[in-house]
């Protein structure tokens, strides 16, 4: 088994890099990005954001795991989780029934829009 090669670099071979900025000059940069960004918000208006959450997808794909999750939730003490299978179905439900939720913020700044199906 052979080692790796070793690779020498004398002194003379390393040329130094271009210095970094200093502490003013990057305050300054900074400053510029900010500026922009605060420029590029008044330009483009308001943000808006979308999202969409398919919940009886979410129940579908996440049914066999609990499923397989429930006979150790039985090994949880009475006091903490008293009736998992009637816990399991309960947050089942749950998800089931927020199907046609939509959720709708709007500000002068921003607009959320969450729909759940």
């Not at 271009?18 to 900010?34: C, I, N």
């Not at 939730?73 to 179905?89: F, K, S, W």
């Not at 998800?95 to 939720?101: C, E, F, I, V």
């Not at 709708?104 to 759940?116: A, F, G, K, S, W």
């Amino acid at each position: 088994m052979t080692s790796p090669p070793v690779h020498i670099v004398r002194p003379s071979d390393v040329s130094p890099g271009p210095r970094r900025p200093s502490v003013p000059q990057r305050r300054d940069r900074l400053a510029e990005r900010r500026d922009r960004r605060a420029h590029r918000r008044e330009v483009s208006g308001p943000v808006n954001i979308s999202l969409w959450l398919p919940t009886t997808v979410i129940f579908a794909l996440l049914a066999p795991f609990v499923m397989l999750l429930t006979p150790f939730l039985y090994l949880t003490p009475r006091n903490i989780l008293p009736h998992p299978a009637r816990t399991i179905a309960g947050v089942g439900a749950l998800l089931l029934a927020l199907g046609g939720t939509v959720i709708d913020i709007d500000c002068p700044e921003c607009r959320v829009h969450i729909r759940l199906f």
